[in-house]
Nanobody, 123 residues
Framework: QVQPVESGGGLVQAGGSLRLSCAAS????????MGWFRQAPGKEREFVAS????????YYSDSVKGRFTISRDTAKNTVYLQMNSLRPEDTAVYYC????????????????WGQGTQVTVSS
């Protein structure tokens, strides 16, 4: 089992960048697929990006493709989400999640969730 803990959120101007980190405790981190989701006020949880346990498989939502990059450092038990060219519509609480079997876009695939980190993009 793993316990994700997100960090790196904050306030940034439109066009700026942030890097989110997700540190996951547990010896089996390297065997878990990881995903990033976000939820804005009054909206449903939305898939952002995911990465396979090996790091070779990656998926992105159309809304962030080309602007966000997901990566992982197994030695540090950490997953990153580099966010560039941020827009006000990227404002949300960002959640990191872990899944054993897949790394798709459905939140139901993910078994372990962090508490979230707030990202606010001002116009």
């Amino acid at each position: 089992q793993v316990q994700p803990v997100e960090s790196g959120g904050g306030l940034v101007q439109a066009g700026g960048s942030l890097r989110l980190s997700c540190a996951a405790s547990g010896r089996t981190f390297s065997s878990y697929n990881m995903g990033w989701f976000r939820q804005a006020p009054g909206k449903e949880r939305e898939f952002v990006a995911s990465i396979s346990w090996s790091g070779y498989g990656k998926y992105y939502s159309d809304s962030v493709k080309g602007r966000f990059t997901i990566s992982r450092d197994t030695a540090k038990n950490t997953v990153y989400l580099q966010m560039n060219s941020l827009r006000p519509e990227d404002t949300a609480v960002y959640y990191c999640a872990a899944a054993r079997k897949s790394y798709g876009s459905s939140w139901t695939e993910y078994e372990y969730w962090g508490q979230g980190t707030q990202v606010t993009v001002s116009s």
